[in-house]
């Protein structure tokens, strides 16, 4: 096995420690739970889970520009580094008494804020040693080792947890994740620096304007923006519907985290077979289609019968499907088409504007379930809106360069 072979496989094992990690602090039934526990109202649970993607929208250029100032290899060791602190920062929260709760947000906010140093210099650091040629079909493989670990700890966890978990058992959980996630940092710190072949434009406004001026890279990217503003809402505002409207019990619904990663699991796994029968324009429409699709089967969920909670779950396995899919086809064209000279910063402003979409999407909903727009029996209009939303922009679906 060549260097390069072995560097992918490093690859593998870091994303299979940080991704596990991340997903039980920043986007699983475990932290809206734990964050519950602590006296968290539904929509500062859900805020919870909008604060990686929002600080990446937000930082991600500014931190792309410090990357290619200071060196993209010691910015992303700092910021694993730094992000593993804070983690274990918001594991500690409940020992802080009364200040709980605003110490797991500012904690999981500082972790959000370091993970936007780490994804500024992850893509460039895999582009360094990827060709264009296996890229769909490493980021393929790597997503689905790391969704497979991902739910293979959160079945442990949802075993682990019972009926009514109390916090100190969350905390448990929450710690052993923690643990995993340093191993990031440790796999990261064992793949070998590769040369540039071109010199990166290390001013913000020079870099934005070489980015904006490239058509493709930027149609691409606003597309992107609008799918994940109005569809990555879903699965946390289903989360918190199956909890507070319908009462589902909190181990089953941790069992729904599974199946939505489970669907992740399936996407990333079938993206390969996918990607070389179907052009990536036109997978990208029949996503995007089963984005609102999922919405508009949440939307028809009215109750706890089996037939019910076995529709939700596989609308949730259907939205996570569509959602893999999605990232393994922008990661892979926004690696296309950044031009030489420019890689990280357009990459970054690419991945702005996606993980951007994403923040933004969470933020509305936590807003919106926060002033009672959808409670009760009116929940379930959370999700059409979203279906309508999605098939609004579907006139402005990505057609290819």
């Known amino acids: 096995m060549n260097e390069r072979r072995k560097s992918e496989w490093k690859a593998i094992l870091s994303s299979c420690c940080g991704f596990t990690g991340e997903v039980a602090l920043t986007d699983s039934a475990v932290i809206l739970l734990f964050a519950a526990g602590l006296g968290a109202g539904d929509e500062l649970a859900m805020l919870t889970t909008s604060l990686l993607p929002l600080f990446n929208g937000l930082l991600l250029i500014p931190m792309a520009a410090l990357a290619v100032r200071c060196g993209g290899r010691r910015l992303l060791n700092l910021a694993c580094f730094s992000a593993g602190c804070c983690y274990f920062a918001a594991v500690a929260a409940p020992w802080f008494g009364r200040a709980a709760m605003p110490v797991l947000i500012g904690a999981i906010a500082a972790t959000a804020f370091c993970l936007t140093g780490f994804i500024a210099t992850w893509f460039p ?18 997503r689905f080792c790391h969704q497979l670990s991902g739910v293979i700890f959160l079945c442990l966890a949802a075993a682990a947890a ?5 916090i100190g058992r969350l905390q448990l959980i929450l710690f052993l994740s923690g643990i995993l996630f340093c191993g990031r940092l440790f796999w990261i710190r064992r793949i070998p620096d590769y040369p540039v072949p071109v010199r990166e434009v290390p001013e913000i406004a020079a870099g934005l304007k070489h980015s904006l001026a490239n058509r493709p890279l930027r149609n691409f990217s606003l597309y992107l923006f609008g799918l994940n503003l109005f569809g990555y809402a879903t699965v946390p505002a289903a989360l918190l519907y199956l909890k507070t409207v319908l009462n589902v019990e909190d181990n089953i619904l941790i069992l729904f985290s599974a ?11 079938a993206m390969p077979f996918l990607l070389r029968r179907i052009a990536s324009p036109r997978l990208l429409l029949l996503l995007h289609l089963g984005y609102a699709a999922a919405a508009l089967l949440l939307f028809a969920i009215r109750s706890e019968t089996c037939a019910e909670l076995l529709l939700a779950g596989g609308a949730l396995a259907l939205h996570s499907f569509a959602t893999a899919a999605i990232s393994v086809i922008a990661s892979a064209e926004m690696m296309n088409l950044a031009r030489p000279g420019n890689k990280t910063m357009a990459m970054a402003f690419s991945g702005a504007l996606f993980y ?38 579907l006139p402005f679906h990505y057609r290819g360069t």
């Open 125 to 142: 650091l895999l582009e360094s040693f990827l060709p264009p040629r296996r890229r769909a079909a490493f980021l393929s493989r790597m």
């Open 162 to 166: 019972g009926k009514n978990p109390s």
């Open 356 to 393: 951007g979409g994403y923040g933004l999407s969470r933020v509305i909903g936590a807003f919106l379930l926060g002033a009672n727009f959808f409670t009760g029996e009116n929940f379930p209009r959370f999700f059409l809106a979203g279906a309508i939303a999605l098939l609004g922009i």
């Open 259 to 269: 199946a939505s990663l489970a669907g992740m699991l399936t996407g990333y796994r």
